[in-house]
């Protein structure tokens, strides 16, 4: 069954960089959108980006277009959020997500739909101070 462990979370000072990473295993053929997210206590959770790992399209939430980099390393079996210009807005717990295509496309509109998403991580916290 598919399973995604997020790492790479931390405390950073605002306009510093993290990278986080999301290892993915037991993804079938189909499951080949891998979206990241992220939720603060009382918030509903938010898509930041997304990726089709077959053709690399990527989709970003307008908060973090420009700062935010969503990458793939299919020999690792890894999904990347490359952080940078970090701001306090952007504390958050972040998840990384996956689902099919044929359940979710348009990957744009999915980043806004999380319960369209059937796997999830356990989440890596973002701190920015």
């Known amino acids: 069954h598919v399973q995604l462990v997020e790492s790479g979370g931390g405390s950073v000072q605002a306009g510093g960089s993290l990278r986080l990473s999301c290892e993915v295993s037991g993804i079938t053929e189909g499951t080949n959108c891998i979206g990241w997210f992220r939720q603060t206590p009382g918030k509903e959770r938010e898509g930041v980006a997304a990726?089709?790992?077959?053709?690399?399209?990527?989709y970003y939430d307008d908060s973090v277009k420009g700062r935010f980099t969503i990458s793939q390393d299919n020999a690792k079996n890894m999904v990347y959020l490359q952080a940078n210009s970090l701001k306090a807005e952007d504390t958050a717990m972040y998840y990384c997500?996956?689902?099919?295509?044929?359940?979710?496309?348009?990957?744009?509109?999915?980043?806004?739909?999380?319960?369209?998403?059937?796997?999830w991580g356990q989440g890596t916290q973002v701190t920015v101070s």
């Open positions: 990726i089709m790992l077959l053709g690399a399209t990527t």
């Open positions: 997500a996956a689902e099919k295509a044929s359940v979710i496309m348009p990957l744009g509109g999915a980043l806004y739909r999380p319960t369209l998403w059937g796997y």
